[in-house]
């Protein structure tokens, strides 16, 4: 997604929160020093100073700082260093920018996997030369926070279900950027979210464009060192990154096109004729390949990096299916070799995700914009991209009414967007809808707490494998369920309770007023169902307690206790307005 979203509002805060790493000071002999102790959200970080000075300290070829982390374990992992400039953030007279601070130096970034002692043994090598080891420990008594892994069609964290509730939290305007994600990642945690689709995009944190140039990141550095704070802030609220890493507008021509102000396009000095040949011509691997190793070594050791997304929207470019999938397996293999961590990797398309190649990826995502009820859109691909995709969880990793602006006005109360979490749930995704929309509509209208209810109902839960029904019985309503040996839950829901049936409430309304000439009305009731009996699956015979609760909060409406003889339990559910959810769970003897 890009299409027409809007970007917010400079606005300033005092960033006391930032953790940021204390710089070494250059020395004449080349050293080590723990720069960040690290903690269980965050990496262990070592200084290396004291490196001759080379013209290019992102080119390889003139220098690299290669790391033998030897761990308690008895494992040992492989990781580059990374050049590494600090910089603090400034206002004058209402004017926002970066300032430098100390000299640039060497990182080396690693997780502590288990508490005890690191040894890590430090080559650099100089214009080819290799320059004399360097030996620095560090003891720790943490483990880090386990990254998200799959299994089968689930996300699991320490053999554990794992639902993404997540939101796309993109970008924010240049140099509000820790302002904005603290405040965002603070409200949407409090909810249970706990995960952030954010884009390494040239107007937000990308680190190589056209004032770069290929190859050389030194005049983006600050906003490296910005994304540093991001995976801190995300840390702090237990919140997951999925890291886009390249955005479709940039090798487009056609579709938000930015290709014309891409450094890799021939008319900037580039070596590509057309956005096309991004894939294949090896020029550019070389310039792509170190990127992606200095991403890499920077922000792989993160416990708070969720995903490695390939591409967004990756249709709108002219690359053919082919030569993505040999770039993918390419892109692959340089994680394979420099992130110890086996972090998940993904990519996107605008649509038809499901005719897509998702073999050297480890989940498959659809993006999906459409204002129809999301329980018929979502019910569609989702049967469509697991028919393609039967055995790797599939996820809606952007969703909206429309891609060109969400409406406050036809829907406030973010209807569209809680059916859309919702309906991705029960319709045989791995978790709810990442809504798109985060900056100019979910936060100014204080949407964040819609995810309440669905994280409290599926806590514990691993959705992607529980067995869904669609249950009948109460009149004008839709009731879906999930269910697996530990519990059933259920949504139910009025089907006017919809943003598509409110529209036509409204045109039906406006129509009626043409006619009468009379006062055209505008406020409409949310629908209410007298609720009645429902026969839903449980896993066994048994004594089972029902739980209904709101789906905005998940307060607790009320409780009852039935039992079975079968798999199946009847239940009397309550007069609700709009809709409800339930839980049954079995009562231990």
């Known amino acids: 997604m890009l299409k027409n979203s809007t970007l917010p509002l400079l606005a300033f805060l005092c960033l006391s929160f930032v953790i940021a790493p204390v710089p070494v000071q250059a020395e004449t002999i080349a050293a080590a020093k723990t720069v960040l102790q690290g903690s269980p959200i965050l990496p262990v970080i070592v200084g290396v100073n004291g490196l001759p000075t080379v013209a290019n300290p992102f080119d390889p070829a003139q220098i690299r700082v290669l790391a033998s982390i030897a761990r308690p374990n008895g494992t040992t992992i492989s990781v580059e260093g990374y050049w590494y400039q600090e910089y603090t953030l400034l206002n004058i007279n209402g004017q926002r920018s970066t300032k430098k601070v100390g000299d640039p130096y060497w990182q080396i970034a690693f997780s502590s996997i288990t508490p005890g002692t690191y040894t890590l043994t430090i080559q650099p090598e100089v214009n080819g030369v290799k320059q004399s080891l360097i030996t620095h420990t560090v003891t720790t008594n943490y483990s880090t926070q386990a990254k998200v892994t799959t299994s089968g069609k689930s996300f699991v964290r320490d053999s554990r279900p794992f639902v993404p509730i997540a939101y796309n939290i993109a970008w924010a305007n240049r140099f509000e950027e820790l302002e904005k994600y603290d405040q ?21 944190l990308g680190i190589e464009w056209t004032d770069t140039g290929l190859g050389d990141y030194s005049k983006r550095l600050d906003r490296a060192w910005i994304l540093d704070q991001v995976f801190a802030i995300a840390a702090k609220y237990n919140i997951g990154i999925d890291l886009v890493l390249l955005n479709h507008g940039a090798f487009s021509t056609t579709t938000n096109p930015e290709w014309y102000s891409n450094p890799y396009f021939a008319s900037n000095g580039g070596p590509l004729a057309s956005p096309g040949e991004f894939a294949t011509n090896e020029v550019a691997w070389k310039f792509w390949e170190r990127r992606l190793r200095y991403i890499v070594a920077r922000y792989a050791a993160y416990p708070s990096l969720f995903t490695w997304e390939w591409w967004n929207e990756v249709n709108f470019t002219p690359i053919t299916s082919a030569d993505l999938t040999a770039w993918i397996k390419k892109s692959n293999a340089v994680l394979d070799q420099w992130d110890p961590y086996n972090t998940l990797t993904t990519s ?242």
């Not at 945690?189 to 689709?197: E, F, L, Q």
């Open 348 to 589: 996107s398309w605008s649509s038809a995700a499901s005719m897509q190649n998702w073999e050297n990826l480890d989940y498959a995502v659809t993006h999906v914009y459409d204002p129809a009820d999301p329980i018929k859109s979502l019910t569609v691909q989702a049967d469509a991209l697991r028919a393609a995709v039967p055995n790797k969880p599939i996820l809606v990793g952007e969703m909206g009414s429309g891609t060109v602006t969400e409406d406050p006005f036809s829907d406030p109360t973010g209807l569209h967007l809680h059916n859309s979490q919702w309906a991705a749930t029960f319709v045989g995704f791995a978790g709810p809808a990442s809504y798109w929309w985060w900056d100019i509509y979910v936060d100014p209208l204080g949407l964040w707490p819609i995810t309440n209810g669905l994280s409290k109902l599926t806590k514990d839960l691993d959705v992607a494998t529980m067995q869904q029904a669609r249950v009948s019985g109460i009149p004008l309503t839709t009731c879906l369920t999930l269910t697996n040996s530990k519990a059933t839950i259920g949504w139910i829901r009025h089907n006017n309770f919809d943003r598509s049936a409110k529209t036509q409430l409204m045109l039906d309304a406006a129509i009626a007023a043409l006619k009468s000439k009379k006062k055209i009305q505008t406020v409409f009731p949310d629908p209410v169902s007298k609720g009645g009996n429902l026969v839903v699956p449980v896993s066994q015979a048994g004594s089972y307690k029902v739980t209904f609760m709101n789906t905005f909060t998940g307060a607790v409406v009320s409780q009852l206790n039935v039992s079975t003889k079968s798999t199946t339990v009847t239940i009397k559910v309550p007069k609700f307005t709009g809709d409800l959810a339930f839980r049954i769970e079995a009562v231990l003897a």
């Open 184 to 204: 965002w990642f603070s409200k949407a945690s409090k909810a249970g979210v706990n995960v952030a689709r954010v884009w390494m995009a040239a107007w937000s």
